[in-house]
């Protein structure tokens, strides 16, 4: 991404004029400066903009997912449900019936997760929603990153979550199954990574916890 790329996206309104933004340096990785986030263009050129709607964060708090884990047709298929929730069925987009339509598959090389798109999105199989045609493999889109801030931390203008420190720990594993209110070894009608939120049949209780319950657990 150069800074004429980032002027095109403000000019169409796809990023506030407020929000600081920067241009990579010679890193292949991303690499935030503490308060940054990390951001696509080809995301912004599928239905992203800032700052990010309710609905797509509480699409990545749900599954735990940054930006970077989104390839770029994910934006696609999220822009088109919620085209079809607001446009169509008159009602606000959420996860727990995105579940229903969709599944989450990692994406891996060489039996390990992919750093950039390891979370593509699939249409399950018997819905009534139309398949979107997308392109199999849009070329140079983890080359598009660039670093995005808040200029003023009272108001938040990117409602994307905190950038993820380090590897997969095992706080992790013990808070998805804990927080989600599942017992992973007792015989269930679909995985943890197909369920569809507080009425999901897998649940032991419809109640939510709070984080600080999931931490006495």
């Known amino acids: 991404m150069r800074e004429d790329d980032i002027a095109r996206l ?8 407020e929000v600081i933004t920067r241009v990579p340096g010679e ?7 503490p308060g940054e986030r990390v951001v696509f263009g ?5 239905g992203l ?19 970077h884990h989104l390839p770029a047709n994910a934006c ?16 606000w987009p959420d996860v727990e019936f995105w579940s229903r339509l969709f599944y989450i598959k990692a994406q891996t ?3 390990h997760l992919r ?9 399950r199989t018997g819905t009534p929603f139309p398949r979107i045609p997308t392109v199999d493999s849009v070329k140079n889109w983890q080359m598009s990153f660039f670093y995005v801030r808040n200029d003023n931390p009272a108001f938040d203008r990117l ?21 989600r209110r599942v017992l992973p070894l007792q015989m269930r009608v679909h995985k943890i990574g197909h369920m569809s939120g507080r009425l999901d049949p897998t649940r032991t209780s419809k109640i939510e916890l709070t984080k600080a319950c999931v931490a006495r657990r």
Do not use: K
């Not at 890193?27 to 400066?33: D, F, L, T």
């Not at 080809?42 to 599928?46: C, E, K, P, S, V």
């Open 10 to 17: 403000v000019r169409l309104r796809r990023i506030p004029a």
């Open 27 to 33: 890193e292949i990785e991303p690499r935030p400066n």
């Open 42 to 46: 080809a995301h912004f050129d599928r």
């Open 49 to 67: 903009g800032l700052p990010a709607s309710h609905f797509f964060r509480r699409f990545l708090d749900f599954f735990g997912l940054q930006p």
């Open 76 to 91: 696609i298929l999220l822009s088109c449900y919620v085209a079809f929730m607001e446009g169509y069925a008159g009602l």
């Open 109 to 111: 090389t060489d039996s």
């Open 115 to 123: 750093t950039y798109g390891a979370a593509s999105i699939y249409s």
């Open 159 to 179: 409602n994307l979550p905190d950038v993820a420190e380090g590897r997969l720990s095992a706080e992790d594993l013990l808070c998805t199954y804990t927080e």
